[in-house]
Nanobody, 118 residues
């Protein structure tokens, strides 16, 4: 099964940018869709961006126009470019299949913390 490791989080001021990376232990090309999820304390994990194996993308309303998901199949990596960050984007960000934990995925990674200050 594919293991996923997220990185690239950090602390930024509102209006700043971050680029998250999700490194997969092996090819994810056969997975129909990959996505980035986020979770804040006390709330359920939510899907914010997804990309199909064919390259079609879709975004949750609050991040549309600010976040961009992409993949590099040669590097088995999924990226999330986050621009114009807002304090409400503060969360732990995870990548996984869409829907999550497909039979090819080993489970949730540790995630990467994003903190946006006003």
């Amino acid at each position: 099964q594919v293991q996923l490791v997220e990185s690239g989080g950090g602390s930024v001021q509102a209006g700043g940018s971050l680029r998250l990376s999700c490194a997969a232990s092996e090819s994810i090309f056969s997975i129909n869709a990959m996505g980035w999820y986020r979770q804040t304390r006390g709330k359920e994990r939510e899907l914010v961006a997804q990309i199909t194996s064919g390259g079609t993308t879709n975004y949750a309303g609050p991040v549309k126009g600010r976040f961009t998901i992409s993949t590099d199949n040669a590097k088995n990596t999924v990226y999330l470019q986050m621009n114009s960050l807002k304090p409400e984007d503060t969360a732990v960000y995870y990548c996984n299949s869409v829907p999550p934990n497909s039979r090819l995925i080993a489970g949730w990674g540790a995630g990467t913390q994003v903190t946006v200050s006003s």
